[in-house]
């Protein structure tokens, strides 16, 4: 107790960040403030929030907005930027340094260690002890044991003594080390972590077919310059059979820098588009608010004799097929045709589900005709005379939602993950082993007794020992005392 009040201050915060028990209660508050980080919604629009937290505790919407107002003055809404939660980072780091400084110089003695050969009252100590009587002389059981201990794996050393002749080895010496691997990885991947926090971001951006823009939006629409420009050429959605139900979807992207086209791409999920270092995820997609009379009507008129033309219109437009005198003239559009039991066709949903156009032909061979052309409906596109018109898109409606980050240092993290997975490998699969052999000459036989110890995975090791008697047995012919 003297000795502890003697301290000096710098003493006694060294002996605290060399606690285990501080970094224990370290972790625990950073893992706990990180639930309260998944369940609220980084970045995003209170009202997402405020929905969570009036389902999960059960809150009305002005508690759960009161509730919401706590915690982001608090910084739960932005956490992994917030002040505390770095200062936490930061406190653990030191922890884990000190932490391992102040372990360091006992455990890197015992690596630097080299086996020397023990006396024989030593040897009864050992964790790890074996001995058998082979018939025969010392020479004959020294060329034996050498063998098998090369066998193993170790390159043995001699001793000669009063007792007879030991020879001893050890391999991992610097596997006590692995450890401190695993501690410089998590400080690898800290440190990386830190990198993207502070020089990159997250963001979101829903880009409308035909637009380009320069910003990414987070933080509840603050604008991220991008460095360069980002355009959406087209946007596609790919549906299971005749159901609504999302397949894929896909956007064609294009990059220009300083006016030039540098790049095209197409992106769906799990394959998004990086360009200096900024990635572009498909996430989500919508229809363009207001967006009537927006939209361009992409078709492709066939004629009777195969001849083709691709065509762009909108609602009211007239047409020819070519090589024809058929006319169509588009009277309406759906985003979503449907049908009801009395034959009446009606929209169901703004979402563009089943988009389809209403076209009155004339001079088809059989009169006049007015039909729905249905764009994931081919069936629908073939005409009375023979003719033909594909419904191929509905062009400059639909926005591709995508997240867009930026991390420069998760290479870092990727480089600290290698590490530790090799840190973990050395702390829980290799182990610093020691063997020694002694042999001694007794009454015309020779008495082998094998000790060893490891310091970690010991059984495993005791299983080399017997397998290190057996060969000796097998060599000597001899039986096992």
């Not at 964790?127 to 390159?155: D, H, P, Q």
């Not at 159901?243 to 086209?261: A, C, H, I, Q, R």
């Not at 997609?285 to 195969?306: D, H, T």
């Not at 759906?334 to 066709?345: C, F, I, M, W």
């Amino acid at each position: 107790m003297e000795k502890q009040n003697n301290k000096s201050i710098t003493d006694r915060v060294w002996d605290l960040f060399a606690s285990v028990k501080l970094a224990i209660v370290i972790f625990t508050i950073i893992a706990s403030t990180s639930m309260v980080g998944t369940i609220l919604e980084q970045q995003a629009d209170p009202e997402k929030n405020v929905k969570v937290l009036s389902k999960m505790f059960g809150l009305g919407h002005d508690s759960a907005h009161s509730a919401l107002k706590v915690l982001d003055s608090l910084g739960f809404t932005n956490m992994y930027h917030s002040w505390w939660f770095v200062t936490l980072l930061l406190l653990f780091c030191a922890n884990l340094i000190i932490c391992s400084i102040d372990r360091l110089p006992h455990i890197w003695k015992l690596a630097r260690e080299h086996i020397q050969p023990l006396p024989p009252e030593l040897l009864d100590k050992v964790a790890i002890k074996r001995s058998l009587t082979i018939k025969g002389k010392a020479s004959g059981a020294k060329e034996l044991s050498v063998a098998a201990l090369l066998k193993l794996g170790f390159k043995p050393a001699e001793a000669t003594s009063a007792n007879g002749v030991q020879f001893y080895a050890e391999k991992g010496n610097y596997t006590r080390l692995g450890v401190y691997v695993t501690h410089l990885s998590l400080l690898v991947i800290l440190a990386g972590a830190m990198i993207g926090l502070f020089f990159g971001f997250n963001a979101f951006l829903n880009l409308p077919e035909g637009e380009t823009t320069s910003v990414a939006y987070k933080d509840r629409g603050t604008e991220v310059p991008l460095g360069f420009e980002l355009r959406c050429d087209n946007f596609e959605v790919d549906y299971y059979g005749q159901g609504d139900m999302p397949k894929s979807y896909k956007s064609w992207l294009t990059v220009f820098k300083n006016g030039k086209e540098i790049l095209k791409k197409s992106i769906v999920v799990n394959d998004p588009l990086t360009f200096e270092g900024i990635t572009f995820y498909q996430s989500s997609y919508g229809k363009v608010p207001n967006s009537e009379g927006r939209g361009i009507i992409i078709l492709r008129a066939v004629a009777a004799n195969g001849t083709a033309q691709n065509i762009q219109a909108k609602v009211g437009d007239s047409f020819m097929i070519p090589g024809s005198s058929v006319q169509g003239r588009i009277l309406d559009f759906s985003p979503a045709l449907s049908v009801d039991p009395t034959g009446r066709y009606f929209s169901y949903d703004e979402m563009l589900k089943n988009p389809a156009i209403q076209v009155a032909f004339t001079g088809l061979k059989d009169g006049n005709y007015t039909g729905w052309i249905l764009k994931r409906y081919p069936n629908s596109w073939n005409l009375p005379g023979g003719e033909r018109l594909e419904f191929l898109d509905y062009w400059g409606v639909e926005y591709t939602g995508m997240q867009v980050r930026k991390d420069p240092g998760v290479f870092i993290v990727y480089l600290g993950c290698i590490i530790m997975a090799l840190g973990l490998y050395v702390t829980f699969f290799m182990s610093h082993r020691r063997v020694w052999v002694q042999i001694a000459e007794d009454k015309g036989s020779t008495r082998i007794t094998i000790a060893a110890s490891a310091h970690r995975n010991k059984a495993a090791f005791e299983n080399r020992i017997d397998k290190l008697v057996g060969i000796l047995n097998a060599g000597s012919k001899g039986e096992s005392k």
